[in-house]
């Protein structure tokens, strides 16, 4: 008998490798105990993690789908489900489930166009498998700018891929930034919003963000002020999924189920939502 893949079935997953980000990020390696992905998602979309007897989570998934042997997710430290992860060794299990969500319009809206990517934080995390997939796939796009900041590059997520592979690639350009000065730091210093607007983009781009709520707001107004339209700007809310399918309720907002008709959506599509989301 065969069984249809289930986004409700749990998988068990085996944590092959963790990296160490930052003082409070790591990136999780996960196959399937047969040394396989556990599912095969698109950008921008999430699973859910859990440790049984501990607590489960949504997460983006921080591989691209063109990563066939493996998934990755960079988990922030900031709870009891996180912090028992963190303290995780190579070769412990978790649970695993999805994919969930809609994921970015990489094979129709995207295509033929400038990329535009900016981040804060953790919030690198859910871009990095668009942005993989785009580098893949580097013929079916035109330019790549990635405007990156955080509190300190002791903070800068991925760094070592983002200086040694993405800054390297022909067509894209990498615009890092850390908010306060630091000894050994001879790059951008101050906030990413600003940035952006020092940076003065054409609006002949697709622009996605992901970072803090503040973050968005301003570099969503940065963006207004240099010509671009709403149309031309996504970001992602997955931290505001729960159970992923609609069920629970907990991230209904109007008409709109975060996780169900999101969590990517296009800024012109949000404005559809209360003032206070």
């Known amino acids: 008998m065969t069984y249809r893949q289930e986004p409700l079935m749990p998988k068990i997953g085996v944590v092959t490798d963790i990296r160490i980000d930052t003082p409070d990020v790591k990136t999780f390696r996960v196959v399937t105990p047969d040394g396989k992905k556990a599912f095969e ?6 699973a859910m993690l859990s440790i049984p007897g501990v607590g489960e989570a ?24 996180t912090d028992w992860l963190h303290a995780m060794e190579p070769g412990q299990q978790i649970t695993i489930r999805g994919p969930y969500g809609n994921g970015f319009p990489v094979d129709t809206e995207f ?18 498998s668009v942005i993989n997939y785009v580098r893949h796939y580097r013929d079916r796009y035109g330019k790549i700018d990635i405007v ?15 200086i040694h592979e993405w800054a390297t690639d022909a067509g894209v350009s990498v615009h890092l930034t850390i908010d306060r ?46 010509g671009f339209d ?8 997955e931290m505001r999924m729960k159970c992923g399918i609609g069920k ?23 404005d559809e939502l209360p003032d206070e989301y």
Not at 60 to 67: A, E, H, Q, R
Not at 112 to 128: D, H, Q, S, T
Request: charged share 20%.
């Open 41 to 46: 998602h698109k950008p921008g979309q999430c």
């Open 58 to 81: 949504m997460f983006s998934i921080t591989s691209s789908p063109t990563n066939t042997e493996y998934m990755e997710f960079s988990i922030k430290k900031c709870g009891c489900l």
């Open 111 to 128: 295509v033929g166009k400038n990329m535009l990517f900016i981040a804060g934080g953790i919030g690198l995390a859910p871009l990095r």
């Open 148 to 162: 990156y900041g955080s509190r300190s590059k002791d903070d800068l997520v991925d760094y070592n891929e983002i």
């Open 181 to 226: 000065e630091q000894e050994g730091w001879d790059g951008h210093v101050g906030f990413v919003p600003n940035y952006v607007k020092e940076l003065g983009f054409d609006t002949d781009k697709i622009a996605i963000l992901c970072g803090p709520p503040i973050m968005i707001k301003f570099t969503l107004q940065g963006l207004m002020d240099l």
């Open 230 to 237: 709403k149309t031309q700007v996504y970001t992602t809310l």
């Open 248 to 270: 629970c309720g907990r991230c209904n907002v109007a008409n709109k189920y975060i996780c169900k008709d999101g969590p990517v959506f296009r800024f012109d599509a949000l």
